[in-house]
């Protein structure tokens, strides 16, 4: 595989949270079907309770957001009913479809015992077919995850979504993808098949590895490569985790308005028509 760039991730404000962000940036638009890789580390105070911090209600409409926990909880509620505590190594896909309102706070549990938070968020493009769907959140705990390990047994690879070889990720995607979260320890090496056409790019989360046919890649690195089939060989210099996002690309044209992602200007005026009249549903949060 070419690599075609690899790039910093860039702190940006979020409302206030700073996060790292690897795309969208002025050198890596969207990069289709990946809209956008927010990484952020947050310590919340104890002296607050959970429910008024993190992030509130806020809509969604036409992409799916997935959270990946690196570290701690994350407490997902939603104008659907759904009530869940994501925890370290686990995931949360929403596919947000005609809209959802949603918040993702700190666990309790998290706030009282004065742990950070360590989390992926990843939105990835819907097609125009499927943008109006019913809205659908999915989590999976860590040991259902469809899993697989390299050779030398020191890297374990959890198929997010996608068909990869032998192996079926358990989260249906709206579109084709392959979503790996790989974590290894140094030295530990594995050759990874990449789809013919698909945009492919990797994230490096922590540690550092080496990448066959380039060299060394930093940890909050972004690698983006050309668009072609063929193999990836990577090797951990160290302790580390990244994500392997494979997709097959919507080619759509889109517009985009804070949480809507569209395929016009008149549907983004008929979702933040549809979230003010309530159609998104409405978000009272709870504890479990």
Not at 49 to 72: C, D, K, L, N, W
Not at 99 to 105: D, L, N, Y
């Amino acid at each position: 595989m070419k690599v075609l760039k690899t790039l910093p991730a860039i702190t940006i404000d979020m409302g206030g949270f700073p996060v790292k962000q690897a795309f969208p940036t002025q050198k890596v638009p969207n990069l289709d079907p990946f809209l956008l890789l927010h990484h952020a580390h947050t310590k919340y105070s104890n002296r607050r309770p959970a429910r008024s911090q993190g992030v509130g209600p806020h809509p969604h409409r036409g992409f799916s957001p997935v959270t990946f926990v690196i570290e701690g909880e994350v407490h997902h509620r939603d104008s659907f009913g759904n009530n869940q505590i994501a925890k370290e190594d686990e995931v949360q896909w929403i596919h947000a479809g005609a809209g959802i309102v949603h918040s993702e706070r700190p666990s309790q549990a998290l706030v009282e015992g004065k742990r950070k938070q360590e989390i992926i968020q990843l939105w990835i493009n819907t097609p125009a077919a499927t943008k109006l769907l019913p809205p659908t959140y999915h989590y999976v705990p860590a040991k259902q995850m469809t899993s697989f390990t390299s050779k030398d047994g020191k890297i374990s690879n959890k198929l997010i979504s996608g068909n990869y070889g032998e192996y079926e990720g358990k989260i249906a995607a709206q579109s084709e993808l392959v979503i790996i979260w790989a974590e290894g320890t140094e030295g530990g090496t594995q050759t990874y098949q990449i789809p013919e056409g698909f945009q492919t790019q990797m994230y490096l989360i922590k540690g550092a590895l080496k990448m066959n046919g380039f060299g060394l890649v930093d940890n909050e690195h972004l690698v983006v490569f050309e668009k072609e089939s063929g193999q990836l060989i990577v090797t951990f210099k160290e302790e580390g985790q990244f994500l392997l996002l494979c997709g097959k690309p919507i080619e759509e044209k889109i517009e985009q308005y804070g949480p809507y992602v569209m395929n016009s200007q008149t549907e983004l005026l008929e979702a933040m028509r549809d979230y003010q009249m309530g159609k998104m549903g409405i978000l009272i949060e709870e504890d479990l």
